[in-house]
């Protein structure tokens, strides 16, 4: 490759890694304007998530490289036949795994399969990508463990694993309702059209396959048990001398741009005068906490929403109904948003899923409150 080439190869994949620059010049900016301590950045680094990213990465790729994710996406086209049908069966999927495996994992798991049946079928692989998206925000609402924020507030609120869970069925009832509607109403009519050539001869690599699902179930466990860190460096040692090509295709920018949203909107969230701000606010009041989590969450992210309000809110459960409610709306407004959109890799992903999103949430917000009120 020629120099121009090379130069003109790196313009463009910086172009498509805006969100890595934006947050990365934010980091940069607030570090230069508010320099803070090193055990701050390493605190908002969090890089117990981010080694836990990383092993889900590494499990997942190995299982895709494998051929398991193809052989069973030829199984599944081919038991089911309607689009719509098949649509709701992952969505549906996609939110039951949530609840048990988290957000990020589930995710993990359906958008590789959703592409391998998009690769031999007439599935819309980028409204299912949007759809899984809301449906896993939707599912992992209900379990205290489906995703971080709600595991942050179960912990502080210290209540009752069933107790949290009937706290949050109402909201996640009508989350998941409105995104089953949804999925019927936006999937085409009609039957699954197969591409009979590529359903046939993918030949799996059972060692891979079985290592690579073993690590994945290593890796969750290592992160419901706070040991990330080692987990991911296991991992990676692993598949580097037994399947580097699959690490080989981990997706390192990924992983350094949600190093940048952590680290620049986590120094943002402590700003002095987004606190002065907070104290201004009635939080007591259940509309003004319930506003204010989605509001927050639009511009921060959930997780950072939630560090952000917990000091000040009365009411954990109420706390964490806004702000998975907020992970609708703009794709910052949860991190699953971005991980969906990143694996898809769909044109012009990111500009359908706010057509979609942003509508949900304003259908949903008002929904779940008026719900959540009437039943809390």
């Given at each position: 490759?020629t120099?121009?080439?090379?130069?003109?190869?790196?313009?463009?994949?910086?172009?498509?890694?805006?969100?890595?620059?934006l947050?990365?010049?934010?980091?940069?900016?607030?570090?230069?304007?508010?320099?803070?301590p090193?055990?701050?950045?390493?605190?908002?680094?969090?890089?117990?998530?981010?080694?836990?990213?990383?092993?889900?990465m590494?499990?997942?790729?190995g299982?895709?490289?494998?051929?398991?994710?193809?052989?069973?996406?030829?199984?599944?086209?081919?038991?089911?036949?309607?689009?719509?049908?098949l649509?709701?069966?992952?969505?549906?999927?996609?939110?039951l795994?949530?609840?048990v495996?988290?957000?990020?994992v589930?995710?993990?798991?359906?958008?590789?399969?959703?592409?391998?049946?998009?690769?031999?079928?007439?599935?819309p692989?980028?409204r299912?990508?949007?759809?899984?998206?809301?449906?896993?925000?939707?599912?992992?609402?209900?379990?205290p463990?489906?995703?971080p924020q709600n595991?942050?507030?179960?912990q502080?609120?210290?209540?009752?694993?069933l107790?949290?869970?009937l706290?949050?069925?109402?909201?996640?009832?009508?989350?998941?309702?409105?995104v089953a509607?949804?999925?019927?109403?936006?999937?085409?009519?009609?039957?699954?059209a197969?591409q009979?050539?590529?359903?046939d001869?993918?030949?799996?690599?059972a060692?891979?396959?079985?290592g690579?699902?073993?690590?994945?179930?290593?890796?969750?466990?290592?992160?419901?048990?706070?040991?990330?860190?080692p987990?991911a460096?296991f991992?990676?040692?692993?598949?580097?001398?037994?399947?580097?090509r699959?690490l080989?295709?981990?997706?390192?920018?990924l992983?350094?741009t949600?190093a940048?949203?952590?680290?620049g909107?986590g120094?943002?969230?402590?700003l002095p005068?987004?606190?002065?701000?907070?104290?201004?606010?009635?939080?007591?009041?259940?509309l003004?906490?319930?506003?204010?989590?989605?509001?927050?969450?639009?511009?921060?992210?959930?997780?950072p929403?939630?560090v952000?309000?917990?000091?000040?809110?009365?009411?954990?459960?109420?706390?964490a109904?806004?702000?998975?409610?907020?992970?609708?709306?703009?794709?910052i407004?949860?991190?699953?948003?971005?991980?969906?959109?990143?694996l898809?890799?769909?044109?012009?992903?990111?500009?359908?899923?706010?057509?979609?999103?942003?509508?949900f949430?304003?259908?949903?917000?008002?929904?779940?409150?008026?719900?959540?009120?009437?039943?809390?």
């Open positions: 490759m120099p121009v080439a090379a130069a003109n190869d790196w313009r463009a994949k910086l172009k498509s890694e805006w969100l890595l620059l947050f990365a010049a934010l980091a940069l900016a607030l570090a230069l304007l508010d320099p803070q090193a055990a701050s950045y390493r605190r908002w680094l969090q890089v117990p998530t981010l080694a836990g990213l990383l092993g889900l590494v499990a997942i790729q299982i895709r490289d494998s051929g398991a994710v193809q052989r069973t996406a030829g199984a599944l086209v081919a038991h089911v036949h309607t689009l719509r049908g649509g709701l069966l992952l969505v549906t999927s996609t939110a795994l949530a609840m495996l988290t957000n990020d589930s995710l993990f798991l359906i958008v590789p399969l959703t592409l391998a049946i998009g690769a031999i079928s007439n599935l692989v980028a299912m990508a949007v759809l899984e998206a809301l449906a896993v925000n939707a599912g992992s609402t209900l379990s463990i489906g995703n595991l942050l507030l179960w502080h609120a210290h209540l009752p694993f107790r949290f869970v706290a949050m069925l109402p909201a996640a009832a009508v989350m998941f309702a409105l509607g949804l999925t019927l109403a936006w999937l085409p009519r009609g039957r699954v197969l009979a050539a590529q359903v001869g993918h030949a799996v690599a060692p891979l396959a079985a690579s699902v073993a690590a994945l179930a290593t890796m969750v466990l290592a992160m419901e048990y706070g040991h990330a860190v987990g460096l991992l990676v040692l692993a598949f580097a001398l037994m399947a580097r699959s080989a295709r981990i997706d390192w920018m992983l350094a949600f940048a949203i952590f680290l909107l120094h943002f969230a402590e005068q987004v606190a002065q701000g907070l104290d201004r606010l009635a939080l007591g009041r259940p003004t906490l319930y506003a204010s989590g989605i509001v927050a969450s639009q511009i921060i992210s959930n997780v929403a939630t952000l309000l917990l000091g000040r809110a009365h009411d954990a459960t109420a706390l109904v806004a702000v998975n409610v907020g992970g609708f709306g703009l794709a407004g949860s991190l699953a948003n971005l991980i969906a959109l990143r898809a890799r769909q044109p012009h992903g990111l500009r359908m899923f706010h057509r979609v999103s942003v509508p949430l304003l259908v949903c917000a008002p929904l779940v409150y008026l719900v959540w009120r009437w039943l809390g």
